[in-house]
């Protein structure tokens, strides 16, 4: 079992959804699996021109700067392919996901590779996986009108086969973290007995 850790708080020590993220991790190995780590503060490369043509051109008739250009996207398809369980920390920011986030699924949504065209609509390829999704907040609650996040990342997880998604509320911190957070751990405790 192999488990893809996601972070995209630009906080680091003051992070809430890093600290519950590391909470679910710990409550879901219960296997001793191999967790990928991906820091998306790190920095990646925005979606470009580029990209879209090497990504909607035969890999063997790819040039070397089209592969040059999708090496990331590369990496980070093939971290989601390897992972039976993915844990997403996804605050939001301004009623949306951090914009590292934004671009991680841009780089990741690919035809042909984690989805695909058919007469029906799009099917995504990533079937069988299992997502957690910590959603903290300021001020915004999870599942509000004005919540863009969470829908979002349903949405998106779904287009490439992730549709097994559990989201982990940690919305609304200012009207009492330490509640809200108690909370959320609460609910993460209860994932014990989802992979037992």
């Given at each position: 079992m192999a488990i893809l850790k996601i972070n995209s708080s630009v906080q680091t020590d003051a992070s809430v959804s890093r600290k519950l993220v590391e909470e679910v991790v710990k409550t879901i190995n219960t296997s001793d699996a191999k967790v990928i780590d991906r820091d998306l503060t790190e920095g990646l490369p925005l979606l470009t021109q580029e990209m879209v043509g090497a990504f909607y051109t035969p890999e063997n008739d790819r040039s070397a700067e089209q592969n040059k250009s999708i090496e990331v996207s590369e990496k980070l398809v093939t971290e989601l392919q390897e992972a039976d369980t993915i844990v997403i920390g996804a605050p939001i920011?301004?009623?949306?996901?951090p914009a590292s986030l934004k671009a991680y699924f841009d780089l990741v949504a690919r035809v042909g590779v984690t989805f695909k065209?058919?007469?029906?609509?799009?099917v995504g390829l990533l079937e069988g996986?299992?997502?957690y999704v910590v959603i903290a907040s300021g001020g915004v609650p999870m599942g509000a009108d004005w919540d863009f996040a969470s829908s979002y990342l349903k949405t998106v997880l779904?287009?490439?086969g992730i549709s097994d998604v559990t989201l982990i509320d940690a919305s609304q911190l200012l009207s009492g973290a330490e509640a809200i957070v108690e909370k959320a751990k609460e609910q993460i405790s209860t994932l014990a007995t989802e992979v037992a």
């Open positions: 920011y301004n009623f949306g996901i065209y058919t007469d029906e609509g799009p996986k299992k997502a779904g287009f490439i």
